[in-house]
C-alpha cells in the first residue's frame, strides 16, 4: 500500500514505521498517490499565531476575542479541552476556563501570515481558492510532471514548510472533490492529514450525520428531521424528484452530496461578494447612543477593509439580531457605490433609526455588498447635503493620519460612547 512519512517525506509501502527516519507518522492509504483535491485549514489560526509572536503563551490556554462583552473568535486547543469554541461568548467561555489569557484580535498579524501560507500555496499550484485567512482549496491535478512528486507529497511538504518557516500548523484533507476533502481536513485535528478515497466514498459517509453538509444548518436540521433524515443512509433512501419537491434546490444537492458527488471546481479567482463587520454585546440593548457607537466603530472597519482591497459597494446592509436570535436584516442601493465610513455609517444610521424600536439586541453588524472597483466610487457629491465634501477631505486625512501613526491615532467622539 502506498506510504508516505509526514516527517521526512519519504515514499514507501505500507509500514508502521518510515524506514529512512523511523518516526512513526506513517500516512498510508490504498489512493493516496492518485488524489489531487485538497483542502488545507491551519490549526486554531488566530491563537497560533499569538503563541508563536508570544511565546510566554505557548503552554496556556488562549482565547482570542473581543473582551468580555464580545464573543470568542479562536481558541487554542488547550482551551477547546475544557468546552470552548469559536462564537461562544466570552462570559461563557471564561467560565468553562477561567484561567484563560484573553488576547485582543491583531489582524495585521494575522493577514500577514496568510499572505505567507499563500505564497507557499501558489508554489504549488495556480489553482488556490482561499475560504478565509486560514483554509484554502488546492487543485493540483497535473501538478506531478511539475514537481517530480504527487500531490500528497507536495501537500505533507507544505505544512513541514509551515511548520519549519513560520512555526505554524495545518491540517490536510486529500480526496477526489471539494465537498470530501474539506470534511477530510477536520478528520485529525491538530496537525492532521486525512484521505478519502473514491472506492470508500459510500462507506465512509454511510452513517454520518447530515449536519457534515455545509449550508445544513440548524434550521435545516430540522427540516431534515421531520423527513426522518439523519445520515447519509437516510439520504440515500429518497429519490431526486422526492428531495426536491420537499427541498428544492438544496434537495438537488443532497441527493449528490448523499453519494459523495460533488462537481463544484476549484477557482483561483473567486471574487469577494461583500464586506461586513459585527459584534455582539454581554447584555441585550436597545440603548441608541450605544448602538450608534458601535455602528461608528463597524462603519470604519468596514470602509478600511474596503479600502485596503481598492472596492466600494453600492448596497450598505445592516444586520441585528434580537435575544431570541431573531435576525432582521436592513438594505439600501445608493445612488453610486462608496467606501468611505462616514457614508456607510450614515446610510446604517438611517436604516438603525426605523428598526431600533424592535429592539433590545445583542448583535450589531453592518456591511457591503455589490462590489465595484474603488475608482468608481463617491464621483459626485451628494447636493442634498453640503457637509459630505469637508467630511470626506477630513475622513481622508483621518485615513493619512491613522497609517502614519496607528488606527487609534485619532478617534471620532461617537466611537467613544
Known sequence: MPSLCRD??????TGR???????????????????????????AFYASVEKRDHPDLRDKPVIVGGGKRGVVTTACYIARIKGVHSAMPMFKALQLCPEAVIVKPRFDAYVAASREIRDMMDELTPTVEPLSLDEAFLDLTGTARLHGYPPAVML?????????????????????????????????KPRGFSVIGVAETMQFLADRPVSLIWGVGRAMQVSL??????????????????????????????WHLARGQDQ????????????????????????????????????IQVSD?????????????????RASHATLTRRLTLPEPTNTADRIYRTARGLLDHAVEEGPFRLIGVGISDLVPA???????????????RRARAEQASDEIRKRFGKDAIIKGRALR
Open 17 to 43: 514505521r518510515c524506514p529512512a527516519c523511523g518516526r512513526p507518522r506513517v500516512l498510508s492509504h490504498p489512493e493516496l498517490f492518485d488524489l489531487s483535491i485538497a483542502h488545507m485549514d491551519c490549526d
Open 305 to 321: 477593509r474596503a479600502k485596503a482591497k481598492d472596492t466600494a459597494g453600492r448596497v450598505v446592509t445592516l444586520k441585528l439580531k
Open 375 to 389: 475608482d468608481q466610487a463617491d464621483l459626485s457629491p451628494d447636493l442634498l447635503d453640503p457637509g459630505a465634501i
Open 225 to 254: 428531521e421531520k423527513a426522518g433524515i439523519r445520515s447519509f443512509t437516510d439520504l440515500r433512501r429518497w429519490e431526486k424528484d422526492d428531495l426536491h419537491q420537499r427541498f428544492g434546490a438544496m434537495g438537488d444537492r443532497l
Open 264 to 299: 463544484r471546481r476549484i477557482s483561483a479567482h473567486r471574487p469577494v461578494k461583500s464586506i461586513s463587520k459585527e459584534t455582539t454585546f454581554f447584555e441585550d440593548t436597545a440603548a441608541l447612543d450605544l448602538l450608534d457607537g458601535h455602528l461608528w466603530r463597524l462603519a
Open 156 to 188: 505533507a511538504r507544505l505544512v513541514k514548510r509551515m511548520r519549519d518557516e513560520l512555526h505554524l500548523s495545518g491540517s490536510i484533507g486529500l480526496s477526489h472533490n471539494k465537498f470530501l476533502a474539506k470534511i477530510a481536513s477536520d478528520l485529525d
Open 8 to 13: 521526512c517525506l519519504a515514499t514507501f509501502d
